[in-house]
């Protein structure tokens, strides 16, 4: 897919960078710095999509011409957001709540073109079923360093992440990160004439 006009990633994850690379996409990336407090009240999926947009659309300001994609990604469990973990003690109580359990993953997509004022976000859902995890493989996993920059302090397309997942009912990527046919869907709907031929 071509698009006419330069597309910028408002996101500095690594997972959605190189998903967006395998689609093809030629991109910049420039992250956006926000404070990712849930307001009060604020449902799970209000708070990715609003976040998403905030990226998207702080990227947007100086870059009028752009197409800016922004993401958000959060995890549920019993009503509870997820983000991700600030120590390696909190990614260890994550990881504990989460083991032998179902919970939801919540990712929004944003697209924000601001020559054309327009502005298009919508949330993805996936429900994830762990395995029983044990103390040792937790920890193990948290000393690895990969759940840190993770909501729910674990990634799926991690070599150990992946083995603590028994089944998902939805999209594989909207749990990595980036749901890639929700991405295409909008793309070709509301921006169809940002795509060349």
Do not use: W
Not at 63 to 83: F, H, I, P, Q, W
Not at 104 to 133: G, M
């Amino acid at each position: 897919m071509i698009l006419l006009a330069p597309l910028i990633l408002a996101s500095a994850s690594p997972r959605r960078k190189s998903l967006l690379a395998a689609m093809g996409f030629d991109f910049t990336c420039l992250p956006a710095h926000l404070n990712e407090d849930p307001f009060p009240n604020e449902s799970p999926t209000d708070m990715a999509c609003r976040l998403a947009v905030e990226k998207a659309s702080t990227i947007a300001k100086n870059n009028e011409t752009a197409l800016v994609l922004g993401s958000d990604t959060t995890v549920v469990l019993d009503g509870k957001m997820l983000g991700k973990p600030a120590t390696e003690a909190e990614a260890i109580t994550m990881l504990r709540l989460l083991s032998g359990r179902t919970h939801e993953v919540i990712t929004s997509v944003a697209l924000v073109h601001n020559a054309s004022s327009r502005c298009v976000v919508e949330p993805s859902s996936t429900s994830v079923k762990f395995d029983t995890l044990d103390d040792a493989r937790i920890k193990e996993y948290v000393a690895s360093g990969s759940p840190m920059d993770k909501a729910g302090s674990y990634g799926i397309q991690d070599d150990q992440g992946a083995f603590f997942v028994r089944e998902i009912h939805g999209d594989y990527y909207t749990v990595v990160g980036l749901p890639l046919n929700l991405l295409h869907r909008m793309l070709t709907g509301s921006f169809k004439d940002l795509i060349g031929k």
